[in-house]
């Protein structure tokens, strides 16, 4: 079974310019949940999507936005980048059921750099 | 809310040496405790997890982690350590119930040397 792929993987951006990620799970997983990973912060929770509605959100400004297709795969949005926002974005995906004894399994991330 | 405390930021071993990774938490409502691994530009993989049961788990290369209520602590180790087994390592809760979010420790980086 393919794990939980994101595309790209590398991105370069400049401030004020928006950025969209992607993130498709792992085939029968319906909960994608996204993640910002930065050296100073670590690693903080984002959102969270199950059957194309956003069930958790994370303390995270509105710049950040996301959405889940029927499919289960997911994007995330950031608008007006700022120079903070340089970050590893993980995406994790489970099955969703509703028992927090799901593991979420972690795609490789997309690292967004800000100039 | 819940916290987690990984209190060694980088722990540098031995190959073959044993090795604790410490982490603690603090929680107001029961939890599930993870222990995550990170290999240089990668994403995490789970290493074991404590649902309930047995207060000790093992993955299947060898690391260990036991759950301790009282002390609030769910410490990785592994006897004998590899050079491969240099990585970043993370200990993460989420609540028995709500919504299911990860909430991360901050890592400890294993550093084994020949």
């Known amino acids: 079974k393919a794990g939980v792929t994101q595309t790209p993987r590398y991105l370069i951006k400049t401030r004020g310019q928006q950025v969209t990620l992607s993130c498709s799970p792992i085939?029968?997983?319906?909960?994608v949940s996204w993640y910002q990973q930065t050296p100073g912060q670590g690693l903080q929770f984002l959102f969270e999507?199950?059957?194309?509605?956003?069930?958790n959100k994370g303390n995270f400004p509105g710049r950040f936005s996301g959405r889940q297709f029927s499919n289960s795969r997911s994007e995330m949005n950031v608008s007006t980048l700022e120079l903070g926002d340089s970050a590893l974005y993980l995406c994790?995906?489970?099955?969703?059921?509703?028992?927090?004894?799901?593991?979420?399994?972690f795609g490789p991330g997309t690292r967004l750099t800000v100039l | 809310a819940q916290s987690v405390t990984q209190l060694d930021s980088q722990v540098p071993v031995f190959e073959e040496a044993p090795v604790e990774l410490r982490c603690n938490y603090s929680?107001?409502?029961?939890?599930?405790l993870f222990w995550y691994v990170q290999y240089p530009n990668q994403g995490l993989q789970l290493l074991l997890k404590?649902?309930?049961?047995?207060?000790l788990v093992e993955s299947i290369n060898g690391f260990e982690a036991e759950f301790n209520k009282s002390q609030t602590s769910f410490h990785l180790r592994k006897p004998s350590v590899h050079i491969s087994d240099t990585a970043e390592y993370f200990c993460?809760?989420?609540?028995?119930?709500?919504?299911?979010?990860?909430?991360f420790g901050t890592g400890t980086r294993l550093l084994v040397s020949p």
């Open positions: 404590y649902l309930s049961g047995s207060t």
């Open positions: 994790a995906s489970s099955l969703g059921g509703g028992a927090n004894t799901d593991t979420q399994y």
């Open positions: 085939s029968g997983h319906r909960s």
């Open positions: 929680s107001s409502v029961s939890v599930y």
């Open positions: 993460a809760v989420t609540r028995f119930s709500g919504f299911q979010k990860l909430v």
């Open positions: 999507y199950f059957s194309e509605t956003q069930r």
